[in-house]
């Protein structure tokens, strides 16, 4: 039964809590430091303000004598206090007594510099826990303070109503960053940086709007349809596959936990008696209309056909192209391959598990693809808890969270919104089956709102008011500790801190300072290691690359590092193998590094991979040495087949003056890749080698009839034809491509203008170029055209003023353009003394 406080008014708490609901979601789902520190200093004030009550006839405020909080809230308290507890130093007997591996791995990498000391936490993240139990702690004043508010009917319609509303608040944001220019529609970053967390949220939204569509009747079940088609809407429009998946479950939920509440449970006091469906028909059209909209049994297939149509006008294309990939999940779903890694750590880590937050430098050492992403959760809410919290504490967290939610929808009435709000709840744990949007603040501040009312029907604990404020103190300090501790030693940060630091001692003095605070940490090693590596202080780099490679036995910095040391110390074998490692594991620059060392063919080969893309990295590499690189690409064609070893043999053979060679390979490539533009542009490249000109364009022509748009084709179609002064050609030629993106409609806008530049007609050039330049506003191509184009028209203040626009573009040389702005200047002086003379054109 609820637990009900006669004469309590607790809606100054609840306004705070909607505040917090609102608030995360819109401040990019509450991942922000101060978000998360603002969000626990109201979590506290709500649950001191929810111990409070105003009796009739006085205007002050008096506490009440002791409240009941049902076990939920006792529970997520005892959580709170078991990640407290990882962040406290244990003597390291009992470290190991409570997990082997976690000591073990403390002794390998704090022992071996000194820094083991004789006391450690149990997480092997400090810094990160740090956080993670100033959310806890959060999470779990806040999950009191709806609890308290859940006792009063007033109390949980207020709840469900702003948590109903803050839906399409949000999407309205969504929508207004699209209108203003800041993000795409489908995939939005903003608020929620995730589109997977975006769904999560808009899912605890949606559903409880509908619950109130259900029990409104006439306008209000109108804006309340609208409320709820408007969020979904939203999550369709993240191209959430697992939001999408979870939005049906919610429907199927929905539709249960309705039919058994029983409707008649929900009639509205007063209500008419129905009229059949027979009837309704014969009073005609509009009676139908209104029976639809209006009638109980219409709600939800009209709301979700509101919803789906929104959606699929907007982007239907884009969410059945998004959903067609579910099937291929299985096999190509990276995050799929994390669940056999997290259990190697639950396995590992059984008792106690490795701390909250420390899954992102834990995991690294479990992994055996050489990902570059960096997975930060499990991406699977039932595995991260045990993964955090061990085999004990983990399962009775999940088992609490299922206590409550069965409970309320074990009763046989149940409120409508209630109906939406469980609905809504269990697609989102369906949802975090694939995801982790329970760990953000915009996700689990609803989500514990929801399950706080849904305790009222557990058993409960009648807890004095003083001992409520106290914990709201508690709380407050606890999130106040880990705030603190993390601003000092954020993960990223650290890491960072080490990887930019100028010399090798600064790094050995910066990792020494911050391991403690990430023992598991990779980078941390790796980056000191490769910096005393690079400077051929072998001795010491060793033992850190060691840890790191250990740390992360995909991350090819630490082998690349190695190779430096073996190449130092004469030992070839070894450093040929390391930089091998390093090619493999993805390192772009290994071959590049090594080709000095290893200058003849035969050398590089054996580094590189015996892969196409090892093969190709490598004949690229040695463009210099024909023999060496011919050798690359003939091994990708011959054993691969890959159509770009036979673009390499090609280019190979262009620069030896291979014509003839050169235009038979590119009729094979033209055999093999079909599909490929690439022949025919190698093609009319040997033409041209061949002193054929018109053969080449006639090739480019052939080609753009079969590719129709194509950049790659069309470029320099008409660019031979400006060659041949065709400009009015070339013109038409640069119209035909077809740009989608933004480099591209820079190439098409540079062309065209050049061509009328071609033509003399400056003006028009310099309105097409603004175009250009607009694209891509980080290229100075096509201030440089603008610049040559103005020169030309005589108008040297703006081609001055365009060359120093273009020097402050990222990657641009100082001083490249210093000589060409004399030139402008001088030409300027004279064309005002001698307005009449020719202007000089300018030159790049």
Same mark, same amino acid.
């Given at each position: 039964?609820?637990?009900?406080?006669?004469?309590s008014?607790?809606?100054?708490?609840?306004?705070?809590?909607?505040?917090?609901?609102?608030g995360?979601?819109?401040?990019?789902?509450?991942?922000?430091?101060?978000?998360?520190?603002?969000?626990?200093?109201?979590?506290?004030?709500?649950?001191?303000?929810?111990?409070?009550?105003?009796?009739?006839?006085? !205007?002050?405020?008096?506490p009440?004598?002791?409240?009941?909080?049902?076990?939920?809230?006792?529970?997520?308290?005892?959580?709170?206090?078991?990640?407290?507890?990882?962040?406290?130093?244990?003597?390291?007997?009992?470290?190991?007594?409570?997990?082997?591996?976690s000591?073990?791995?403390?002794?390998?990498?704090?022992?071996?510099?000194?820094?083991?000391?004789?006391?450690?936490?149990?997480?092997?993240?400090?810094?990160?826990?740090?956080?993670?139990?100033?959310?806890?702690?959060?999470?779990?004043?806040?999950?009191?303070?709806?609890?308290?508010v859940?006792?009063?009917?007033?109390?949980?319609?207020?709840?469900?109503?702003?948590?109903?509303?803050?839906?399409?608040?949000?999407?309205?944001?969504?929508?207004?960053?699209?209108?203003?220019?800041?993000?795409?529609?489908?995939?939005?970053?903003?608020?929620?940086?995730?589109?997977?967390?975006?769904?999560?949220f808009?899912?605890?939204a949606?559903?409880?709007?509908?619950?109130?569509?259900?029990?409104?009747?006439?306008?209000?079940?109108?804006?309340?349809?609208?409320?709820?088609?408007?969020?979904?809407?939203?999550?369709?429009?993240?191209?959430?596959?697992?939001g999408?998946?979870?939005?049906?479950?919610?429907?199927?939920?929905?539709?249960?936990?309705?039919?058994?509440?029983?409707?008649?449970?929900?009639?509205?006091?007063?209500?008419?008696?129905?009229?059949?469906?027979?009837?309704?028909?014969?009073?005609?059209?509009?009676?139908?209309?209104?029976?639809?909209?209006?009638?109980?049994?219409?709600v939800?297939p009209?709301?979700?056909?509101v919803?789906?149509?929104?959606?699929?006008?907007?982007?239907? *294309?884009?969410?059945?192209?998004?959903?067609?990939?579910?099937?291929?999940?299985?096999?190509?779903?990276?995050?799929?391959?994390?669940?056999?890694?997290?259990?190697?750590?639950?396995?590992?880590h059984?008792?106690?598990?490795?701390?909250?937050?420390?899954?992102?430098?834990?995991?690294?050492?479990?992994?055996?693809?050489?990902?570059?992403?960096?997975?930060?959760?499990?991406?699977?809410?039932?595995?991260?808890?045990?993964?955090?919290?061990?085999?004990?504490l983990?399962?009775?967290?999940?088992?609490?969270?299922?206590w409550?939610?069965?409970?309320?929808?074990?009763? !046989?009435?149940?409120?409508?919104p209630?109906?939406?709000?469980?609905?809504?709840?269990?697609?989102?744990?369906?949802?975090?089956?694939?995801?982790?949007?329970?760990?953000?603040?915009?996700?689990?501040?609803?989500?514990?709102?929801?399950?706080?009312?849904?305790?009222r029907?557990?058993?409960?604990?009648?807890?004095?008011?003083?001992?409520?404020?106290?914990?709201?103190?508690?709380?407050?300090?606890?999130?106040?500790?880990?705030?603190?501790?993390?601003?000092?030693?954020?993960?990223?940060?650290?890491?960072?801190?080490?990887?930019?630091?100028?010399?090798? *001692?600064?790094?050995?003095?910066?990792?020494?300072?911050?391991?403690?605070?990430?023992?598991?940490?990779?980078?941390?090693?790796?980056?000191? =290691?490769?910096?005393?590596?690079?400077?051929?202080?072998? *001795?010491?780099?060793?033992?850190?690359?060691?840890?790191?490679?250990?740390?992360?036995?995909?991350?090819?910095?630490p082998?690349? =590092?190695?190779?430096?040391?073996y190449v130092?110390?004469?030992?070839?074998?070894?450093?040929?193998?390391?930089?091998?490692?390093?090619?493999?594991?993805?390192?772009?620059?290994?071959?590049?590094?090594?080709?000095?060392?290893?200058?003849?063919?035969?050398?590089?080969?054996?580094?590189?991979?015996?892969?196409?893309?090892?093969?190709?990295?490598?004949?690229?590499?040695?463009?210099?040495?024909?023999?060496?690189?011919?050798?690359?690409?003939?091994?990708?064609?011959?054993?691969?087949?890959?159509?770009?070893?036979?673009?390499?043999?090609?280019?190979?053979?262009?620069d030896?003056?291979?014509?003839?060679?050169?235009?038979?390979?590119? !009729?094979?490539?033209?055999?093999?890749?079909?599909?490929d533009?690439?022949?025919?542009?190698?093609?009319?490249?040997?033409?041209?080698?061949?002193?054929?000109?018109?053969?080449?364009?006639?090739?480019?022509?052939?080609?753009a009839?079969?590719?129709?748009?194509?950049?790659?084709?069309?470029?320099?179609l008409?660019?031979?034809?400006?060659?041949?002064?065709?400009?009015?050609?070339?013109?038409?030629?640069?119209?035909?491509?077809?740009?989608?993106?933004?480099?591209?409609?820079?190439?098409?806008?540079? !062309?065209?203008a050049?061509?009328?530049?071609?033509?003399?007609?400056?003006?028009?050039?310099?309105?097409?170029?603004? *175009?250009?330049?607009?694209?891509?506003p980080?290229?100075?191509?096509?201030?440089?055209?603008?610049?040559?184009?103005?020169?030309?028209?005589?108008?040297?203040?703006?081609?001055?003023?365009?060359?120093?626009?273009?020097?402050?573009?990222?990657?641009?040389?100082?001083?490249?353009?210093?000589?060409?702005?004399?030139?402008?200047?001088?030409?300027?002086?004279?064309?005002?003394?001698?307005?009449?003379?020719?202007?000089?054109?300018?030159?790049?």
């Open positions: 039964m609820p637990h009900r406080y006669p004469g008014r607790p809606s100054r708490a609840a306004l705070v809590l909607c505040a917090l609901v609102a995360n979601a819109l401040a990019r789902g509450g991942v922000d430091l101060p978000t998360v520190a603002v969000s626990a200093l109201a979590a506290a004030g709500a649950l001191f303000l929810a111990t409070l009550r105003r009796r009739s006839g006085r !205007r002050q405020e008096e009440i004598s002791a409240i009941e909080l049902p076990l939920l809230v006792a529970g997520a308290a005892l959580l709170t206090l078991a990640v407290a507890l990882q962040l406290v130093p244990l003597p390291l007997a009992i470290v190991r007594l409570l997990s082997r591996e000591a073990t791995l403390l002794e390998r990498h704090l022992g071996s510099v000194g820094l083991l000391g004789t006391a450690r936490p149990l997480s092997l993240d400090p810094g990160a826990t740090a956080l993670e139990l100033a959310k806890t702690a959060t999470w779990t004043a806040i999950a009191a303070t709806a609890a308290i859940a006792a009063e009917r007033r109390g949980r319609d207020l709840l469900l109503r702003a948590l109903a509303l803050s839906g399409p608040a949000v999407v309205a944001a969504v929508y207004g960053a699209r209108l203003a220019g800041a993000q795409p529609l489908l995939e939005p970053r903003f608020p929620f940086v995730n589109p997977n967390h975006l769904a999560g808009l899912q605890l949606a559903w409880p709007a509908l619950g109130f569509a259900f029990r409104a009747r006439g306008p209000a079940r109108v804006g309340w349809l609208l409320a709820f088609a408007f969020t979904a809407s939203g999550i369709f429009l993240s191209l959430s596959r697992g999408i998946g979870a939005f049906v479950i919610g429907a199927g939920l929905f539709l249960a936990l309705y039919a058994r509440a029983g409707r008649r449970a929900h009639a509205p006091e007063n209500a008419p008696p129905p009229v059949s469906w027979r009837e309704t028909v014969r009073r005609g059209p509009r009676a139908v209309g209104r029976a639809l909209l209006f009638r109980s049994g219409a939800l009209v709301a979700i056909s919803a789906l149509g929104l959606a699929a006008f907007l982007a239907f *294309d884009r969410i059945v192209a998004e959903m067609r990939t579910v099937s291929e999940a299985s096999t190509t779903e990276v995050k799929l391959a994390l669940w056999p890694s997290a259990l190697q750590v639950i396995r590992d059984p008792l106690v598990g490795i701390g909250r937050g420390a899954f992102a430098n834990v995991f690294p050492s479990y992994k055996w693809d050489p990902l570059l992403a960096t997975f930060t959760h499990v991406e699977n809410e039932w595995l991260q808890v045990p993964v955090d919290l061990g085999v004990i983990g399962p009775l967290a999940i088992a609490l969270f299922a409550a939610w069965l409970a309320a929808a074990r009763r !046989r009435e149940i409120s409508r209630m109906v939406g709000a469980l609905a809504a709840a269990g697609a989102v744990v369906a949802q975090n089956v694939f995801d982790f949007s329970l760990e953000i603040s915009g996700v689990a501040i609803p989500f514990i709102i929801v399950l706080a009312i849904a305790a029907d557990m058993p409960s604990v009648r807890v004095p008011r003083l001992a409520i404020r106290a914990f709201a103190l508690v709380a407050l300090g606890l999130a106040a500790l880990g705030v603190s501790l993390y601003a000092l030693h954020p993960p990223e940060r650290d890491a960072e801190r080490v990887v930019s630091a100028e010399t090798p *001692d600064n790094a050995i003095a910066i990792a020494r300072e911050v391991l403690p605070w990430h023992p598991a940490d990779w980078v941390t090693p790796a980056a000191v =290691g490769t910096k005393l590596a690079a400077v051929l202080r072998c *001795d010491e780099a060793e033992p850190w690359l060691t840890r790191a490679m250990e740390r992360n036995p995909t991350a090819f910095a082998h690349r =590092g190695a190779a430096q040391c130092f110390r004469g030992n070839t074998v070894l450093a040929k193998r390391e930089y091998r490692l390093a090619t493999i594991l993805g390192d772009g620059d290994a071959l590049k590094e090594a080709y000095p060392f290893f200058p003849r063919a035969r050398d590089l080969l054996e580094i590189a991979p015996d892969t196409p893309a090892g093969l190709l990295a490598a004949g690229w590499i040695m463009r210099d040495d024909w023999d060496g690189a011919r050798e690359a690409f003939r091994r990708g064609w011959e054993q691969y087949a890959d159509p770009h070893a036979l673009s390499g043999l090609i280019a190979v053979a262009l030896l003056g291979e014509a003839d060679e050169a235009l038979a390979l590119a !009729r094979q490539l033209q055999a093999a890749a079909p599909l533009p690439a022949g025919f542009v190698l093609a009319a490249r040997a033409l041209d080698a061949a002193s054929d000109g018109d053969a080449a364009i006639q090739e480019l022509q052939g080609g009839a079969r590719f129709p748009g194509s950049v790659e084709l069309l470029d320099p008409g660019l031979h034809l400006m060659q041949k002064r065709q400009f009015s050609l070339a013109r038409t030629t640069f119209d035909k491509i077809l740009a989608r993106d933004p480099p591209t409609i820079m190439t098409k806008k540079i !062309r065209i050049q061509a009328l530049e071609g033509q003399q007609r400056y003006g028009e050039a310099l309105r097409v170029i603004a *175009d250009a330049r607009d694209a891509v980080d290229s100075p191509w096509p201030l440089e055209t603008l610049a040559r184009i103005s020169a030309k028209a005589g108008r040297f203040d703006d081609a001055i003023q365009a060359l120093e626009l273009a020097s402050h573009k990222p990657a641009v040389p100082a001083g490249k353009y210093d000589e060409w702005i004399d030139a402008l200047k001088t030409a300027r002086v004279k064309q005002a003394v001698s307005p009449a003379a020719d202007a000089p054109a300018g030159s790049r």
